[in-house]
Every structure is written in structure tokens, then in C-alpha cells.
């Protein structure tokens, strides 16, 4: 092959975890697959963010100090270790826990982290759950040793501007950035993350309303780039949506403006809410009616258990290989739902001996011959099983306000502060380990459902309702907050500054103001505000995209937004996702194929991993697809070792 003329080289478009994450794959792979560029005229590496490199946007050091991370410091990393199963070469490096430790012990913390977050990393422990503007840091130190571990030949270069335009010319990548700098490539990663999105049109037509009536409405964004000041003290808000987004409103709302949290001195469990005066009283509602579940704060007593079992990657290929269409409720959840109940009892039989009346060779043996949610496999767990709490119950999870109703508003918020306070109890007390085995589970499922999404063989109907809702329950059980949020949740619930509106929440407007309802308590008089707050992120729309290099893509044919379509070619839905080859993110185009040269990574895609970084010890999905779009990507520039081409 004769020697190109210029070095290559590769744009990676986010400079956060995910785009640092690939950029840390290639430089372990680039001894490999580039060694002839690497001896030569090198490679360059662009990372182009307008935010600081390695936190990016949603991890930036420029927020608020009260909000916190919802994983623990020791289950935070961005390195492959041991339990990575990938292509490319493992290369292990410290995990948050791991860095703060030796930062403390061999570093200069003040000079490196400021005083504020001297002090905050001086009492982090293991199970601490950080603040975001440490975990900052910790990805800013990943990026600077990623870059430092860069095998000679390879250069990194940091671009802190916004990637406004992606051309082609002469068979290269130019991408033009907001400071007037072209920079001209061989391949492109667009790891942007979230994107944001211009409104729906029944958003625009809601502000529309709003305004002309005098209210106010926030929509649908990071409620930390929200103007909460819009909200007077005193005032009722409605907020619709009770997850991560909802739990940072509360924290900026109340404990923002000048509230504290205090231990109760009638119940060293619980906290106390002291106002500063400045509060609101927030009314919040959700189709599940309640808080995700909190993150677990314990380990696992009976080890990691033997995953996979029942939907195993060979399952998936042969459900592939069938060509479909593969319905996820009948053909599919049942293998999922096993899984998750086969981590959940391996804990429990390993875990805690003395509440089961088998050992777990036994009840594995049984539990593996009985088909899900059948007579005989009730039977079997009730025999051996004997405490109902013991028992999974992936309905109940699924939705914690079943069989709650109420005829007011104040009759409903005790009883759901005990739903919340029992679950919240669950997951603190390590008593109930088993909610940890059955996440470890949904980890295992969630990498194999991803296949399946990606390869086209499941049904119109499953691609239109079952993922959406598996994205959801996923989300609502290992994406919660941590538990000292949750209590104080509840200590502002008790205080009467945070009311729960139950499940199934409707919100209507009139010229009175914004009327809220919900199944939960039906038959009540609604709910009346002046302001809404939509607490979540914009649901993702390439068409609607606020990103010009990517509206850019669209319009010319060179990105595609999936689009869901019944059996006989009916338009059901976009989800305004960039679609992507699943096997290496390749942008797929209008014509049909995949463009060689540009990939894209992240929530705005078609794949869907779970997290930017991972637990260590887990064979993380997120890490081995980081590997495989970086072989990819090195696998397209000049002089890279040949590698097979995947199928679009």
C-alpha cells in the first residue's frame, strides 16, 4: 500500500465520557492496527467539545455543588479490566475510589481540586455517592492519563468549541467548528450525548397557551441549564416526571435556596426539613406515581451470579438467525424475566442461607425447569422461599403504586411516603442484597435486548411499545437516585413542601392555570398551578435536533432517524434516534447503506448501552462497544490492519 501524504487522522465530535471512552480504546489498540502510521507520519486525534474535555457537558465543574452522582465512588470507572471481553487490549486503570485514595495519599488535593473539593474528597469513602463537580475531576484525570498512555505517533489534540458542520471532500471528513477552524479527517465519532431538541408541537403549542395566559412553563431540558427563578417562593409548581431530572428540581428548589436537612430527633432514620422561606410547594407526578428506586448501598453477600442463564448470547443469535418478527412479550420477556429472577435468588440462596428452606444447587436445579411466571414456578418459591419480602416481584417494581387509591391529595401522601419509605428501606438495608443480584441481572438482559434492537427481527408492535417500556422499567430501577435523597424527598413530603400526585398523571390548561390529575386519584378535584415544569430531558428528535452538524446529516440524506414501521410498511413512529449499524455505530444513510468513515456513539443513537461508565468487575457493555467502534474507527485509516467488513 503506498504511503498517503498526510498523517492520519480522526474528529471525535464530545469530548465527555463517552467520546473519551473511545478515545481510550483506540490508543490501546493503535499499537496494533496502526503501527506503520504510528512509525511514520503518526495520527491526530481531534476531541471537539465546547465544554471541558473528558466531564463534558453533563459532568462540567460549572454547576451547582449540591448535586450529586447516583452511583457510589467505588462503582465508578472508565477502564477495561479483567472482566472485559473485547477485541482490543485490556488496559486497567484506577476507578473513582481508586483515584481518590491515591490523590489523598500521594497527591496535593487543594491545589488540584480547590478547597471546597478538597475537603468533600477527604471524606469520601467507598459508598460515598460524590458530587458531579468531583466526578469532573475524576474524568479529567481519566483523559489526561488516556492521553499520556498514547503510544508514540499519536497525537491528541482539544478543541474547547462547538462542531458546527461535516462535509466531504476528496474522500476526507472536514469539520468546521464555531471559532472558523476546519479540521480534515479520515473518520468522524459523533459521541455528542443528549442532544438537545426544539419543542414537540404540542410542547410549542402548550408555551403557546401558557403565555397567552399569563402562566409559566419550563419544558423539557437539563434542569441544570433551567431559569428556576421564574418560580416564586410560596407558589404551587406542578412538575411532571419523578426521575433524575425531578430529583435535581427538588435539590435546587429547596435545599438551593437556602433549606437544610437535619437528623429527626423523634427518628434517627429519618431527616427534618428546616425552610429558608424561599420555597415553593412542588406537586409531582409520574405515570408510575413514584420516585425511581433508590440505588442499592450494599454489596453482594453470595457473589456475582452465573450470568448468562436464560438469555444467553447464543439465545439472541438464534433469535436473529430466525429472521422474525420476534415478539419481546411472548417470545422474549419470559427469558428476560427468568434472568433477572435467577440473579435475584442466586443472592438470596447464597446471600442468606438461613431465610430459604433449599440450597441453591437445589433450588437452581427446580427454578431453571419451570417456565416464568407459571403455577408450578409460584409453587416452587413459595415452598422455599418462605418470607414474601424474600420473593421477587417484578410487577410491583414495576409499578409501586398498583392498587393505591385515594379521595384527595392529602389522604394519598402517606401512603405513598410508606411505599417510597419500604422500598427506600430495601435498598439500604442489606437484608434484602437480592435487589443488587437482580440489578447485576438486568445488566446481563439489557446487553442482549440491545442486540436484539439493532438486528430488525423484532415485531412492529414490540419496537413501538415493549422496548420503550423495558427502556423505562430499566431506567426506573438501576438509574435511581441515591438513598439520602430519597429521605429527603420524604422529609420534604412530611414538611408538606412536596406533594405526590399518584400514578397515571394528566395535566390540562385553562385561563384558571394548569390542572393536574392522575388514576391514582380519580374522582378528586384537580390539582391548580400557575407553573409547570416538565422534569425530564427532551425526548430525542434528530429531525428536531438543535445540533448543526447533525440537521446538516439529515437533510442531506447522510443520517437517518429510525423509523418504526408495521409488518406491511405502515409508518407507526420516529424515535428520533440516529440510526446506526449495531455492530460499530457506522451512520447509516438514506440510501440504504452505511457511510464508511463516520460513526456515532451515545444516547442519541439506535444502540443503547447502559451508561457512559460502569461498575468495575461487570464485562460492561458500554466499555465493549467502546472497543469495538475504536477498532472500527482505526480500522478505516490509512495503513490500519485490514478487518472484516460488519453487514449494515
Not at 489 to 513: I, K, M, N, P, W
Request: proline share 8%.
Amino acid at each position: 500500500m503506498s504511503r498517503n501524504p498526510h498523517a492520519p487522522s480522526v474528529v471525535i465530535v464530545g469530548a465527555g465520557p463517552r467520546g473519551a471512552g473511545v478515545l481510550e480504546r483506540m490508543v490501546a489498540s493503535a499499537p496494533e492496527m496502526l503501527a506503520g502510521a504510528l512509525a511514520g507520519p503518526g495520527v491526530d486525534v481531534h476531541l471537539v467539545d465546547p465544554f471541558p474535555a473528558g466531564a463534558g457537558r453533563i459532568w462540567r465543574t460549572e454547576q451547582s455543588p449540591l448535586l450529586a452522582m447516583n452511583s457510589m465512588a467505588a462503582d465508578v470507572t472508565m477502564w477495561t479490566d479483567a472482566s472485559v471481553v473485547c477485541d482490543g487490549p485490556v488496559a486497567p486503570g484506577p476507578s473513582f475510589w481508586e483515584w481518590a485514595q491515591a490523590l489523598r495519599e500521594h497527591g496535593d488535593p487543594r491545589a488540584e481540586l480547590g478547597p471546597e473539593l478538597a475537603g468533600e474528597l477527604a471524606a469520601v469513602t467507598a459508598t460515598t455517592f460524590p458530587s458531579r463537580r468531583l466526578q469532573s475531576h475524576y474524568l479529567a484525570a481519566v483523559l489526561r492519563e488516556v492521553v499520556a498512555r498514547a503510544p508514540a505517533g499519536m497525537r491528541v489534540h482539544v478543541h474547547r468549541a462547538t462542531a458546527e458542520s461535516l462535509d466531504e471532500s476528496g474522500g476526507r471528513q472536514a469539520v468546521r467548528l464555531g471559532d472558523g477552524t476546519t479540521l480534515r479527517a479520515d473518520a468522524v465519532v459523533l459521541a455528542s450525548g443528549h442532544l438537545d431538541a426544539t419543542p414537540t408541537d404540542d410542547e410549542r403549542a402548550l408555551a403557546a397557551r401558557a403565555a397567552a395566559l399569563g402562566l409559566r412553563y419550563l419544558p423539557p431540558e437539563q434542569t441544570t441549564d433551567s431559569d428556576l427563578s421564574v418560580i416564586e417562593p410560596g407558589e404551587t409548581v406542578l412538575a411532571r416526571g419523578l426521575g433524575l431530572a425531578f430529583v435535581d428540581l427538588a435539590v435546587l428548589l429547596f435545599e438551593g435556596r437556602g433549606g437544610r436537612f437535619v437528623p429527626d430527633p423523634e427518628d434517627p432514620d429519618q431527616l427534618r426539613y428546616l425552610p429558608s422561606g424561599h420555597e415553593p410547594v412542588l406537586v409531582a407526578g409520574s405515570p408510575r406515581g413514584a420516585t425511581y428506586h433508590s440505588k442499592t448501598h450494599y454489596q453482594l453477600r453470595g457473589g456475582r451470579p452465573p450470568l448468562p442463564r436464560f438469555l444467553p448470547p447464543a439465545t439472541t443469535d438464534a433469535l436473529i438467525a430466525s429472521g422474525g418478527p420476534v415478539d419481546v412479550r411472548t417470545e422474549v420477556w419470559p427469558l428476560m424475566a427468568k434472568e433477572i429472577a435467577w440473579g435475584w435468588y442466586h443472592e438470596l440462596f447464597q446471600g442468606h442461607p438461613d431465610r430459604v428452606r433449599a440450597g441453591w444447587d437445589e433450588f437452581a436445579e427446580r427454578f431453571a425447569a419451570v417456565a416464568h411466571d407459571s403455577p408450578q414456578e409460584a409453587a416452587l418459591v413459595a415452598e422455599l422461599v418462605p418470607d414474601p419480602l424474600d420473593r421477587l416481584d417484578l410487577a410491583a417494581l414495576d409499578r409501586p403504586l398498583d392498587g393505591l387509591h385515594a379521595p384527595d391529595l392529602a389522604t394519598l401522601q402517606p401512603l405513598v411516603r410508606e411505599r417510597i419509605a419500604e422500598d427506600l428501606r430495601q435498598h439500604v438495608d442489606d437484608r434484602h442484597t437480592p435487589h443488587l443480584g437482580a440489578f447485576v441481572a438486568m445488566l446481563s438482559v439489557f446487553t442482549e435486548t440491545t442486540r436484539l434492537a439493532g438486528s430488525g427481527v423484532l415485531s412492529a408492535r414490540s419496537r413501538a411499545q415493549d422496548l420503550p417500556w423495558w427502556q423505562s422499567f430499566f431506567n426506573s430501577v438501576a438509574s435511581g437516585p441515591p438513598g439520602f435523597r430519597v429521605r429527603e424527598l420524604l422529609a420534604l413530603s412530611r414538611a408538606g413542601y412536596l406533594r405526590f400526585l399518584g400514578a397515571g398523571t394528566a395535566v390540562d390548561v385553562d385561563e384558571h392555570g394548569f390542572h393536574a390529575t392522575s388514576t391514582t386519584l380519580a374522582g378528586a378535584e384537580p390539582v391548580t398551578a400557575r407553573v409547570l415544569v416538565e422534569a425530564r430531558l427532551p425526548d430525542p428528535s434528530l429531525s428536531r435536533t438543535a445540533d448543526p452538524l447533525l440537521a446538516g446529516l439529515l437533510a442531506r440524506g447522510e443520517a437517518v432517524e429510525e423509523q418504526l414501521r408495521d409488518d406491511d410498511g405502515t409508518l407507526l413512529r420516529s424515535t428520533g434516534l440516529l440510526s446506526v449499524r449495531p455492530s460499530d455505530g457506522a451512520l447509516h444513510t438514506a440510501g440504504g447503506g452505511v457511510h464508511p468513515r463516520r460513526f456515532a456513539v451515545g444516547p442519541h443513537t439506535t444502540v443503547k448501552v447502559a451508561g457512559a461508565f460502569t461498575r468495575p468487575g461487570m464485562n460492561a457493555q458500554s466499555l465493549r462497544y467502546n472497543d469495538a467502534v475504536a477498532r472500527a474507527v482505526l480500522g478505516v485509516l490509512p495503513g490500519a490492519v485490514a478487518r472484516a467488513t460488519p453487514a449494515a
